[in-house]
């Protein structure tokens, strides 16, 4: 190989990195809406149970996987598969990830690229003029989605940053990038909570999240638990197996596994403080669409006081939220070209984002703006156009299947004195808990992902 294979500058590099790939849009606008939803408290428990049974135990396995082989996905599989029970056929895996990285991304920043109009319109004033007139929120985010220029220019905006950031390799621009961006996200929503604390709805709020009520909790409730756990630790596509092949032998697994499932949660409930302190204040209907974010929220910020500048953080936060999510996802592109075609970093990121975007195509015209795109229809009525099927696709499909592969392989297929061995690199007290571990990736893991397979197929349900 050409380039000597990149690395992170240490465990907080990694654990920036792998925090900024988890906390993305799944946290900031997914989870208040399906918790609300859920109405609240059991569903908030039942989820963290779904963070710690499920998404860890495949958390650790993704990072052993990647700094076992030290390669991404396909190369992974390929590596640690050899002379097992299904040899190179695991490699299939590592290619559903790399087309799942590739779908997700393209669609993904689509809806990045509306928090840049959206954080440009906070600060030019005319989001707060727009507030200020009834109905204007909802009818100028419906002609924006449909407007196609306006749609590839805020696309290609963060593609193009998002490049920019993956050009630069793993240390001097996906970690330099993760650790400068990180820290401002949490002060960023650290202080909109202390405001949301000030807030009237600051306590319903509150006991809405944290008083488990559950008569509410239903079976969907608990699998739509499960099915976010894998989407918002970035789980079940091999972009964790890849931020792990450039992890160090020194650094400890549990313990950067831990943290970066810990702060994944505590952003997504400190984004349902803050939102649902702002809805209860006020008293609005939440409903299902990309709406709470773009229409019902904007609207609010410009009834309290400095609502511009209110706004304004919001939407750079969401952004920054959003590019370290999509430069992980690029990233899972670009290493399968450099570990596998033998492509320079810099030919690989500027080849792939630029297929990426040109894919993305579909899904920017595909929300009104060409009508062709907007009614494709593969998986029935509810998820109409290029950008909900492939949503759909990934979500559904994609990711759980993933999952519960890398599940089996890494419990089943993996001989536990290797996974034990690798635990124990960076972290030499493993042996004690391991046991548990290998319960759950053997057992809870694989069985709570089967129900979700299983409930989509024969029940009919969807995680989005
Ligand atoms: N976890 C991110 C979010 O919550 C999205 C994301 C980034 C992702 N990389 C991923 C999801 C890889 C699945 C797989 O928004």
């Not at 450039?246 to 702060?263: C, D, F, N, Q, R």
């Not at 609005?284 to 990309?290: E, G, Y």
Request: glycine share 12%; proline share 3%.
């Amino acid at each position: 190989m050409a380039q000597p294979r990149g690395q992170w500058s240490g465990r907080l590099g990694f654990i920036l990195a792998a925090a900024g790939s988890a906390v993305g849009l799944g946290n900031l606008w997914k989870f208040p809406y399906i918790t609300y939803e859920n109405q609240g408290g059991a569903f908030v428990l039942v989820y963290i149970a779904a963070i710690a049974l499920v998404g860890l135990p495949i958390m650790f396995a993704e990072i052993i996987l990647g700094r076992r082989s030290q390669l991404s996905p396909v190369g992974a599989f390929r590596k640690l598969a050899a002379g097992r029970p299904g040899g190179s056929g695991w490699c299939a895996v590592g290619y559903l990830g790399v087309a799942a990285g590739f779908i997700i991304l393209s669609y993904y920043s689509v809806v990045a690229g509306w928090t840049l109009r959206y954080t440009w319109m906070a600060l030019s004033g005319e989001l707060g003029r727009l507030a200020a007139e009834p109905g204007a929120l909802d009818t100028f985010f419906g002609g924006y989605v449909a407007d196609g220029g306006a749609q590839l220019l805020g696309n290609g905006l963060f593609m193009a940053t998002t490049v920019a950031a993956v050009f630069f390799g793993v240390k001097s621009g996906i970690e330099r990038v993760a650790t400068f961006l990180m820290p401002i996200l949490m002060v960023i929503l650290l202080s909109l909570a202390v405001y949301a604390a000030t807030t009237p709805g600051f306590g319903a709020a509150i006991s809405f999240l944290f008083r488990p009520n559950f008569g509410e909790l239903t079976s969907h409730g608990l699998l739509e638990a499960v099915g976010h756990a894998f989407f918002t630790l970035s789980l079940g596509m091999g972009a964790i197996v890849t931020y792990g092949s450039y992890m160090g032998k020194e650094t400890s697994i549990p313990v950067s596994g831990l943290a970066i499932a810990a702060l994944d949660t505590i952003i997504a409930i400190l984004a349902c403080i803050v939102m649902f302190s702002i809805i209860f204040t006020f008293d609005l209907d939440v409903t299902k669409s990309a709406g709470i974010l773009f229409t019902t929220l904007p609207a609010v910020f410009f009834q309290l006081s400095g609502g511009g500048l209110l706004a304004a953080s919001f939407y750079i936060l969401v952004a920054f939220a959003a590019l370290t999510s999509t430069i992980s996802l690029l990233e899972v592109v670009s290493s399968f070209s450099i570990d596998e075609l033998g492509w320079s970093r810099h030919r690989a990121t500027l080849t792939m984002g630029a297929a990426i975007f040109l894919f993305g195509i579909l899904n920017a015209l595909s929300l009104g703006a060409n009508d062709a795109l907007t009614s494709l229809n593969v998986f029935g009525d509810t998820h109409l156009g290029v950008f909900n099927n492939l949503d759909y696709l990934a979500s559904n499909w994609l990711l759980p299947v993933g999952g519960l592969l890398i599940a089996i392989f890494t419990g089943w297929i993996l001989s536990p004195r290797d996974t034990l061995a690798e635990m124990e690199t960076g972290h030499p007290g493993s042996r004690s808990w391991f046991p548990g571990w290998l319960a759950l990736i053997r057992f809870v893991s694989p069985l709570a992902v089967g129900a979700i397979i299983f409930s989509i197929i024969f029940l009919g349900m969807e995680y989005q």
